[in-house]
């Protein structure tokens, strides 16, 4: 008597909770994603071979333009209204709640704290077209305005990185200004920002 073959059964895989997966991950994804600002002024830093790396966190940046104009930030939006009623305590200018919002809001900015108020007052688009031409902050033998933003910053939080980031072009007497002014106040201490390069390859 002939054997009798078993019928053969498909293989079924269930993918729902493969899908449901997917999903759950694009979602925490999507939720914690920090996407980055835009930055007020297009720099192109030089390149460089370092391997050190500015950490991502506590900086704050001073931006010189090709045509020398000093921008500043800081990266930490915990530290940008504290130091914004300082520096207005400092120079004798009281800012309200709508603009300490607004400031906590932009990254890089490059006006006077005296025009300040008007810069806040700017939409978001209208800064950035103002960024263009905008005076920067005075960093002179005169006026300091700049290292003051620095040390007003490092007086709220002491541990804070100051990097320094020029675009290629930038005239070398506008690093050696920012430089002088910085050790005027005897600080030392700083980053530059390159952006990276592969090491040549040895024959």
Known sequence: MARVKPKRQKIHIDMTPMSDLAWLLLTFFILTTQFK????????????VSTIKVQDHDVMRIT???????????DDDRYRIPLLEA???????????????????ITDFGVPIQSLKQYLALTPGQQLAFNEKAPGIPCDSVNTQLVDWVFVANEINPTLILGIKGDVSTQYPKFKNLL????????????LITSAESEPIEK
């Open 64 to 74: 010189v333009t090709p045509d020398g104009r000093y921008f500043f930030s800081m």
């Open 37 to 48: 600002k835009p930055e007020a002024v297009t720099i192109q830093p030089p390149s460089s």
């Open 87 to 105: 520096m207005g305590q400092k120079f004798g200018i009281s800012f309200t709640k709508e603009e300490k919002a607004r400031f906590n809001t």
């Open 180 to 191: 002088d002014r910085l050790q005027d106040k005897r600080m030392n201490k700083f980053q």
